[in-house]
């Protein structure tokens, strides 16, 4: 099951005991920063669970996968995220276990 938006702003209710629309403002202003810093092409990091960062992409020749004509793929910037080594071994040992479980 995803999480979502919806059952974040629960989470933060639960938590933090608040209302439910100061839960919802307080993510939401999270949020925002993190879109913001990220079109201004700056880093997003969260210690202990990752970065966001923006990459560049060159134009590069293509193809249609319907019709097979070559195109141009333009020039456009990416988001990327990379997790943070606590995060991803806490992945890969959650995995590991579950794994054994099987």
């Known amino acids: 099951m995803a999480l979502t938006k919806d059952g974040l702003v629960e989470m933060i209710r ?3 005991n608040v209302p439910l629309s100061e839960a919802k403002d307080l993510l939401e202003t999270v949020l925002e920063e993190i879109k913001l810093k990220l079109e201004n092409g700056e880093e997003v990091k969260i210690s202990g669970f990752g970065k ?12 249609n996968p319907h019709t097979g004509d ?3 793929i333009s020039a456009r910037r ?7 080594d606590k995060l991803r071994d806490l992945v890969n040992e959650r995995a590991a276990g579950k794994k054994l479980e099987e």
């Open 14 to 16: 639960d938590k933090v």
């Open 52 to 63: 966001w960062s923006i990459k560049e992409k060159n134009s590069r020749p293509g193809r």
């Open 70 to 72: 070559k195109i141009e």
């Open 78 to 84: 990416v988001v990327t995220f990379s997790p943070s």
